[in-house]
């Protein structure tokens, strides 16, 4: 199989210990196997299959719908109509879902890269969530406030994080690491991927959930092998820690994991091998 416009995914549902949480397949991104630092292109594609031509690799893109006690949150927003024409898939899954655009109350940020901000505006930089309130750490908002134009490279385009910030600046809320942000969610800062790049605990008990943003981008590579970092990273050393923190909470704790970039459906546990980590995908219900 090869990577196209054609492919799709449903949405899946989980549990996250008494909190509903559901994946939203935004589309896959083209990449180039020169974005990857302590590798090689032949290593790539042996370990990505079907997630790769000879000429590129490709990573799935997702964002997650949380249900909280406060209203309807969204964690990240996908690509929206400015990237690649493999992704921008949220809005439709919205609207199969019966969710009206006004019915968002929070837009929950992982990172303020274009994959995850492009759908919160549309293509003249106007709201897609008019009563939504943006909550982000206060690292990145600092960050992304004096950033230079072009500072995120030509794939993540810094001027379409400029866009998605003034729409929503007005209401943007920031947190810091370990703070309650929204009843049952929780924000554990990772930064390297950018400096206030952000994970999130969904829920109580043993059913938690641990969203980890951008902690890999290529899961078939990066889990065994997390020292592999992109050119897409503001400090690649901070994302190969905070990438190493991630995989070593998830295993010792028995955490289901989602990432904006595993493969679908999203929810996975890890285990520890002698040089890196496994994982294997878990059900949609809660159960193993």
Known sequence: MVWSAETSHPPAQRDAGGVPVTALFD?????????????SPDALRAAL????????????SSCFLVETS???????????????????????????LGIAHEAIGFVIMSHLHADH????????????????????????????????????????PADLTGLALKAYGETATTFTDGAEILPG???????????????????????RLFIWGDVVHLPEV????????TIYDHDPAGAEASRRRAFAMAADNGLTVAG??????????????????AHHGVGQTGTT
Do not use: C, N
Request: net charge negative.
């Open 27 to 39: 589309g896959v991104l083209k990449s180039e196997f020169s974005a990857y630092h302590h590798t």
């Open 49 to 60: 299959g079907p997630a790769a031509t000879a000429e590129a690799p490709f990573t799935d």
């Open 70 to 96: 406060e209203g309807l949150a969204l964690i990240d927003a996908g690509s929206g109509p400015h990237l690649d024409a493999t992704a921008g898939r949220l809005e439709g899954h919205l609207r199969d």
């Open 117 to 156: 901000v492009g759908g919160l505006v549309d293509r003249d930089g106007a709201r897609m969530f008019p009563k939504a309130r943006m909550l982000l750490h206060a690292e990145e908002a600092a960050y992304w406030s004096r950033a230079e134009p072009g500072a995120a490279g030509d794939h993540h």
């Open 185 to 207: 969610i929780t924000a554990i800062h990772l930064p390297g991927h950018t400096p206030g790049h952000s994970g999130f605990l969904i829920g109580q008990g043993a059913r």
């Open 222 to 229: 990066q889990l065994a092998h997390p020292e592999i970092t």
């Open 260 to 277: 904006m970039h595993l493969r679908q459906p999203p929810f996975v546990r890890l285990e520890r091998r002698a040089s890196g980590y």
